[in-house]
């Protein structure tokens, strides 16, 4: 039984080519979204240091909708997101998840770009944690941040992946014109 305080929060791992990486949700939406080919261990100390007490429930099939969304994101049929969130944040972080959702798909925004945008131009460092904190990788796409110069700078799932994504919608935008 889900309470307010404690949620039971469902986890599933998605398999995708030689992707694998974990999923969860709440009753209400897409809480997490783990780093390429790590254990189960980051969904769980995650979960435990977000939802203390809180249930984790294999549901693979709860998470079906979000799990097809994001394969579609990685075959390159899918842009946008639609399925529901149920992250929680400071109201900066909030804001700046937001900002991260209008940069364009193929599309980079260096963390200046993002502190602008969120009328913050000088909380860059700030946007940079409220960046790694991201719970939800892919689908709030904070691997569309990029250092001011165009580098590739930190990424809670490793650079190796935030290459892999960048690339991918790079492919999919260039065969889509």
């Known amino acids: 039984m889900e309470s307010k305080n404690k949620p ?19 009753s209400k939406g897409l809480v997490f979204v783990g780093s390429q080919n790590k254990p189960f261990e980051e969904l769980s100390e995650w979960a435990k240091k977000r939802f203390p007490g809180s249930p984790l429930v294999e549901g693979d099939e709860k ?24 992250y929680n944040g400071t109201a900066f972080q909030l804001a700046v998840w937001n900002a991260l959702c209008e940069i364009p798909y193929g599309q980079t925004q260096s963390y200046s770009d993002i502190a602008n945008s969120i009328n913050k131009p000088a909380a860059v460092r700030a946007v940079g944690a409220a960046i790694g904190a991201n719970p939800v ?3 709030v796409p904070c691997h569309r941040v990029v250092g001011k110069n165009g580098s590739l700078t930190g990424y809670r799932g490793g650079l190796e992946m935030k290459t892999l994504l ?11 014109e």
């Open 137 to 139: 990788l892919i689908t």
């Open 63 to 86: 998470l079906g909708s979000y799990a097809a969304e994001i394969t579609q994101y990685l075959e390159g049929k899918r842009k946008n997101f639609t399925v529901p969130f149920d």
């Open 8 to 26: 039971t929060i469902y986890w599933s791992l998605l398999k995708f080519r030689d992707w694998s990486f974990y999923i969860a949700s709440t």
């Open 166 to 176: 960048l690339d991918l919608e790079r492919q999919a935008s260039f065969s889509n």
